[in-house]
């Protein structure tokens, strides 16, 4: 078990451009939630999987966001025609229905719209 | 909507001096509380979770209370160190599914 892997770490992009990143929970977790956070605040939450059922989304997730889980493993969200406002960290987290609903993080991808 | 709130953002101790954090949140029906640490460019590490029924949890130089009825939560880290320097978020769990509602968070900073 190594923990939630995220994948990229940094992303650099051009506005307008479409981006995806993504997300390995631990394995036996079976929740998947991702979160945004910006310079200062605390992560807002963006939505959330129970296996490969999205569950729940944001307000804050327009149109042009689109998260997948298919076969209720790794999860990718994708942004499209970026927006300087989507530079963020992304996070996402994994938990286990049942347990004690504590998060594992994982380490964040980075996104730069420029 | 929950709103969570920490004060003060930002606070500076010497090394050894105990830290106290303090969270309050105006919805009392909580599932959960959960406390973090997040280094800078970092992801968040969950320190302790608190269900709605207890009042507090502890770990090693850490110690969580919950006050649902006041609103309120406090992380105490004991004997704090220059490693304890960090951001400290306090996150209030808003329904069953495991979904949190974060505040601002508390930065930290421990001088040797």
Known sequence: DTGVSQDPRHKITKRGQNVTFRCDPISEHNRLYWYRQTLGQGPEFLTYFQNEAQLEKSRLLSDRFSAERPKGSFSTLEIQRTEQGDSAMYLCASSFTGGNYGYTFGSGTRLTVV | ?112
């Open chain 2, 1 to 112: 909507k929950q709103e969570v709130t920490q004060i003060p953002a930002a606070l500076s101790v010497p090394e050894g001096e105990n830290l106290v954090l303090n969270c309050s949140f105006t919805d009392s029906a909580i599932y959960n509380l959960q406390w973090f640490r997040q280094d800078p460019g970092k992801g968040l590490t969950s320190l302790l979770l608190i269900q709605s029924s207890q009042r507090e949890q502890t770990s090693g130089r850490l110690n969580a209370s919950l006050d649902k009825s006041s609103g309120r939560s406090t992380l105490y880290i004991a004997a704090s160190q220059p490693g304890d320097s960090a951001t400290y978020l306090c996150a209030v769990g808003t329904d069953s599914w495991g979904k949190f509602q974060f505040g601002a968070g508390t930065q930290v900073v421990v001088t040797p």
